[in-house]
T-cell receptor, first 111, second 117 residues
Framework: QKEVEQDPGPLSVPEGAIVSLNCTYS??????FMWYRQYSRKGPELLMYTYSSGNKEDGRFTAQVDKSSKYISLFIRDSQPSDSATYLC???????????FGPGTRLSVLP | EAQVTQNPRYLITVTGKKLTVTCSQN?????MSWYRQDPGLGLRQIYY???????DKGDVPEGYKVSRKEKRNFPLILESPSPNQTSLYFCASSLYTEPGLASNEQFFGPGTRLTVL
């Protein structure tokens, strides 16, 4: 079993839809949970991160962490064609310098 | 402009021919890291460095070497490349949020696509 699992997609949605992206993980020591966005032929860039369980909102994006289920989600409201990218979840424990990434979900938002 | 640069961007080589991929950042970041990205496997950490002369293995270090002689540079060395090292490689850097703890925000370079024949 991989340490972090993520549905690879591709996921295609119409413009304006609500998108839900998810990751599951097996290591209960993970405390920091990140979402990175990667456009084609570019390096990833951080969207947002959360510490431990709970929700965090930033504009159209909401990150949720459920540590009891070892499940994290990223919601995108009012999705735009410019949101078309691969979304990578990433995690690490409190003091680790080692980041563990999911395989990524490719999202296409159709105009 | 604050950035992470990698060279070369594309490289085709043959098995066993030593190569170096350079990485440089101009943001005075302490933490630097190398990843490889493969379809279905995502980003996997190869090596990371917490500061000059301090490096440690990530999840997939076999077949790779690194060095950190200067704060801004973190080259990745493949002493004897093999076809299973064909991949897309990313260098990343970040600040510390507190002593010894890298920020969750890593800044990635543009990637180096390596093909080993």
């Amino acid at each position: 079993q991989k340490e972090v699992e993520q549905d690879p997609g591709p996921l295609s949605v119409p413009e304006g839809a609500i998108v839900s992206l998810n990751c599951t993980y097996s290591n209960s020591a993970f405390q920091y949970f990140m979402w990175y966005r990667q456009y084609s032929r570019k390096g990833p860039e951080l969207l947002m991160y959360t510490y431990s369980s709970g929700n965090k909102e930033d504009g159209r994006f909401t990150a949720q962490v459920d540590k009891s289920s070892k499940y994290i989600s990223l919601f995108i409201r009012d999705s735009q064609p410019s949101d078309s990218a691969t979304y990578l979840c990433a995690m690490r424990d409190n003091y680790g310098q080692n980041f563990v990434f999911g395989p990524g979900t490719r999202l296409s938002v159709l105009p | 402009e604050a950035q992470v640069t990698q060279n070369p961007r594309y490289l085709i080589t043959v098995t066993g021919k030593k190569l170096t991929v350079t990485c440089s950042q101009n943001m005075n970041h302490e933490y630097m890291s190398w990843y490889r990205q493969d379809p279905g496997l995502g980003l996997r950490q190869i090596y990371y460095s917490m500061n000059v002369e301090v490096t440690d293995k990530g999840d997939v270090p076999e077949g790779y070497k690194v060095s950190r002689k200067e704060k801004r540079n973190f080259p990745l060395i493949l002493e004897s490349p093999s076809p299973n090292q064909t991949s897309l490689y990313f260098c990343a850097s970040s600040l510390y949020t507190e002593p010894g703890l890298a920020s969750n925000e890593q800044f990635f370079g543009p990637g180096t696509r390596l093909t080993v024949l």
